[in-house]
């Protein structure tokens, strides 16, 4: 069975200050780890996601993860805050012969204060 | 190229009609997925489909809750004498093939409301 749990349903930075959004999966086997971010009244798009190899991961928008998996984490993360980065961000695991099917955290608001 | 396509957009219906949300995928996509987000929740995987296969349903609704993929035409989720739970927003994702660590594309959604 496979789980993900994004610590912190609501975040608030400061625009120019570091932004990390947490996350802690569970899974039986190797996990394929994902952040999406969802845009008020809009579909999920895909920032980054670890499959194998390096467990530094950057993605779009400036956006970067690790890969821990003695801490069973994927935390987000991005140097400095755009006020444009506003917007849920959610965690999301799959296995292996699992396809596209994935188990999502409750999801992370980020709000980002001028 | 056209992204996952869903409609409609908005859906209102009342307490014991039915509900049919479509789905098409990207384009060269042949793989399928449905997802339920409730108010305030995250996304609960629904049900995922190859063209003319259900591949896993284990998220679906025991009852009311239908999904199909056909050889033409678009996915479509039923969901059978509404009740006001099933308002939520429902995402349809694309993926070319099944493999592992594939990522999916996800639609805009379809809002459901039941009043």
């Known amino acids: 069975a496979q789980s993900v749990t994004q610590l912190g349903s609501h975040v608030s930075v400061s625009e120019g200050a570091l932004v990390l959004l947490r996350c802690n999966y569970s899974?039986?086997?190797?996990?394929?780890l994902f952040w999406y971010v969802q845009y008020p009244n809009q579909g999920l798009q895909l920032l980054l996601k670890?499959?194998?190899?390096?467990?530094l991961v950057k993605g779009i928008n400036g956006f970067e993860a690790e890969f821990k998996k003695s801490e069973t984490s994927f935390h987000l993360t991005k140097p400095s805050a755009h006020m444009s980065d506003a917007a849920e961000y959610f965690c999301?695991?799959?296995?292996?012969?699992?396809?596209?099917?994935?188990?999502f955290g409750q999801g992370t608001e980020l709000s980002v204060k001028p | 190229n056209a992204g996952v396509m869903q409609n409609p957009r908005h859906l209102v219906r009342r307490r014991g009609q039915e509900a049919r949300l479509r789905c098409s995928p990207m384009?060269?996509?042949?793989?399928v997925y449905w997802y339920r987000q409730l108010p305030e929740e995250g996304l609960k995987f629904m049900v995922y489909?190859?063209?003319?296969?259900?591949?896993?349903e284990s998220g679906m609704p025991k009852e009311r809750f239908s999904a199909e993929f056909p050889k033409e035409g678009p996915s479509i989720l039923r969901i059978q004498q509404v009740v006001r739970g099933d308002s939520a927003a429902y995402f349809c994702?694309?993926?070319?093939?099944?493999?592992?660590?594939?990522?999916?594309?996800f639609g805009e959604g379809s809002w459901l409301t039941v009043v």
């Open positions: 384009k060269g996509h042949s793989h």
């Open positions: 489909l190859q063209k003319e296969n259900i591949i896993d």
């Open positions: 670890y499959t194998t190899g390096a467990t």
């Open positions: 994702a694309s993926s070319p093939s099944g493999t592992n660590g594939n990522t999916i594309y």
């Open positions: 999301a695991v799959s296995g292996y012969n699992q396809g596209g099917k994935l188990i």
């Open positions: 899974s039986s086997v190797p996990p394929y």
